[in-house]
């Protein structure tokens, strides 16, 4: 059963949850896009598709100025991006206070994630091709750009699915909040690329070398997005394995 629904901060945060035909929830995910990406990802739908046979319901939402979001670019920032993802925490707890609850959080909502690590204490964490060094990628690996002319243009379009507005300003709340993201210490489960051309693998490798709880599995022929046959199941199983039995099971 697939239901779409509007929840209300400031503007409505569009929202889409997957539930169980016989409606017995004993886990949840919270999945969380990544940049330019929407509530529609692929991932995320198979990832729903193979785990709700597994009496598991999945959430996930589109961030601002994102898939079928209301908000447009001058609501795009870091700050309620990271409000966005706490308000659908709380949701989630609130509708199923009792399951066992996961966040699967892809790219750049990886970051949002650690971000918001202290909401997530009592969650387990998988991120995909997380961006956790998303303010020294974002320029030369998204927008191709330097910094300076960024700052010169203000302002610039991101031609994803829906193009996106992208400010300056948020690149530099970007910048202001990266140390903070990179210094959330919480066991998670890491799936990353060997070719991703994105976030390159050698800065995950070393998120993961000075973060002891954080365990990392490479995906080989795997993309930023992926795309090659076979790789994002390989991942979904992994994660499977990490939501039933946490990462001693999951190697």
């Known amino acids: 059963m697939t239901e779409y629904y509007t929840l209300v901060r400031e503007y409505p945060i569009a929202c889409k949850r997957f539930v169980p035909d016989n409606g017995i929830v004993e886990r949840v995910i919270l999945a969380v896009h990544g940049f330019g990406g929407s509530k529609e990802s692929g991932a995320i739908t198979k ?20 898939g079928q979001s209301e908000a447009e670019g001058d609501v795009l920032s870091v700050k309620n991006a990271a409000a966005d993802l706490c308000t659908m925490i709380a949701h989630t707890e609130a509708l199923y206070p009792q399951a066992d609850k996961t966040v699967f959080a892809t790219s750049f909502g990886g970051f949002l994630s650690l971000l918001c690590a202290e909401k997530l204490s009592a969650w387990r964490m998988v991120l995909r091709a997380p961006a956790v060094t998303m303010p020294d990628i974002l320029l030369p690996n998204v927008l191709r750009l330097t910094q300076e002319q960024f700052r010169q243009l203000g302002e610039v379009v991101c031609p994803f699915a829906r193009p996106i507005r992208l400010r300056y300003e948020c690149y530099e709340e970007l910048c202001a909040c990266g140390e903070r993201a990179m210094k959330a210490q919480r066991p998670m489960l890491i799936l990353h690329g060997d070719g991703d ?54 190697v």
């Open 47 to 66: 990832l729903a598709e193979t785990m709700l046979g597994e009496q598991t319901a999945l959430i996930c939402f589109d961030l601002p100025a994102h």
């Open 197 to 250: 051309e994105v976030v390159p693998l050698c800065d995950v490798e070393a998120y993961v070398r000075s973060h002891p709880f954080a365990k990392l599995r490479v995906i080989e022929g795997a993309n930023h997005r992926f795309q090659a046959d076979g790789v994002l199941d390989r991942a979904i199983g992994y994660a499977k394995q990490y939501i039933f039995n946490g990462w001693e099971e999951s």
